[in-house]
Nanobody, 130 residues
């Protein structure tokens, strides 16, 4: 079964940066580049929300409005890893960040709702505080 391992979270001061990683493994009959990847987050007391998504080749990306200009998603298919570079962090970015994967039939697809994703990592906590 596909397994995702998110890492890179931690405590950072406002305006600081973090890079999250999502390492994937356990593919059977398929490969990492058959999957679109999404990053989601859930803050205390709030619902989970989408942050950013990337297509199988990395050629197409989508960002939530709050992430535009500050976050960058990328993937290295040779390493089965997706990254989320987060700059200019704000206290409101504090949340548990999850990566998720879904097999897609069209390479440019980037599902944008959590329900469309089949495989989830365990989450990594990002705390932005002075």
């Amino acid at each position: 079964d596909v397994q995702l391992q998110a890492s890179g979270g931690g405590l950072v001061r406002p305006r600081g940066s973090l890079r999250l990683s999502c390492a994937a493994s356990g593919f059977t009959g398929l490969t990492f580049d058959d999957y679109a990847i999404g990053w989601f987050r859930q803050a205390p007391g709030k619902e989970r929300e989408g942050v950013s998504y990337i297509s199988t080749s990395g050629g197409a990306m989508y960002y939530a409005e709050f992430a535009k200009g500050r976050f960058t998603i990328s993937r290295d298919n040779s390493k089965n890893t997706v990254y989320l570079q987060m700059n200019s962090l704000k206290p409101e970015d504090t949340a548990v960040y999850y990566c998720a994967a879904v097999w897609v039939t069209l390479k440019a697809m980037m599902p944008r709702t959590a329900d469309e994703y089949d495989h989830w990592g365990q989450g990594t906590l990002v705390t932005v505080s002075s």
